[in-house]
């Protein structure tokens, strides 16, 4: 059985930066920020109903999606957020769960052959007998179906600091985009698993190294 673990945690809680490290371990790995991005691509599933529902004020001279200023709009204005929500979440949602079957579909066929073969359990197995979702809003939306939930977890003071600097973002920005989530302590509570990292970036590795390794 191939497993699912979603994997989330607050802005800035280092998601990317451990999705990046699982990928180059060579896991498989879903990333919501990403598809999302690519939806709202033109032609993309997303992209014509921003363009109705905010206005061309949200797009570039190329045709692109300001994400940032659509970013500033519906971080600082609840009803503009609520109203993005109602336009992209069931879109969003449908494409992570094909993307998560078609690569469970694939993995499994490649499992299948692995088998056939008779090899011994190697390596390439155990990373393809796990996948990985990385999913923002996994537990604010009501994501299922995963077997693990991982929390990357960060302090507060950090949290903040790492969303201004790496964002250019004022405190005050910074603030709203952390409040617009489920707090830290309310997410432990779902969580199978919490890598914290508020450390340096080796620390974080570590975690996730001991986190994989309970999977064997
Ligand atoms: C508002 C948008 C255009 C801003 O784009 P931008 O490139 O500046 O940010 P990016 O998409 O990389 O998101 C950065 C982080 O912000 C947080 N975030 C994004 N959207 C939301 C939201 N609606 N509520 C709370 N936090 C959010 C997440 O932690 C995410 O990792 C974009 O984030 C968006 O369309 N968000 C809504 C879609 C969504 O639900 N995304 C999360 C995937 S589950
Ligand atoms: N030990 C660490 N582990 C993870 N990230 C770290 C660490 N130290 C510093 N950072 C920095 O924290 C910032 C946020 O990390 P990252 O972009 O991975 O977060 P994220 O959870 O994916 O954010 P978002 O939800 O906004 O997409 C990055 O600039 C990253 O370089």
Redesign the pocket.
Known sequence: MIKVIGLTG???SG?STVVDFLISQGFRVID??KV??EL?LPGGK?YQEILINFGTEFFDENKQ?N??K??EL??SDDKA?EK??KL??KI?REELYTRRDNLLTELSKMLQTENNNLTELSKKTVQNTVIFMD????L??HYDGFDEIWLIAVSENIQLERVMLR?NLSEKAAEA?IA??MSLTEKMKYADKVIDSSGTFEETQAQVLQALDTLK
Do not use: T
């Open positions: 607050g802005i800035a998601k919501a920020d999302v991005h709202q997303l999606l994400r940032a659509l970013g519906v971080f957020r993005l929500a992209q979440n969003i999913i923002p809003l996994l604010e939306q964002d985009r617009a989530q």
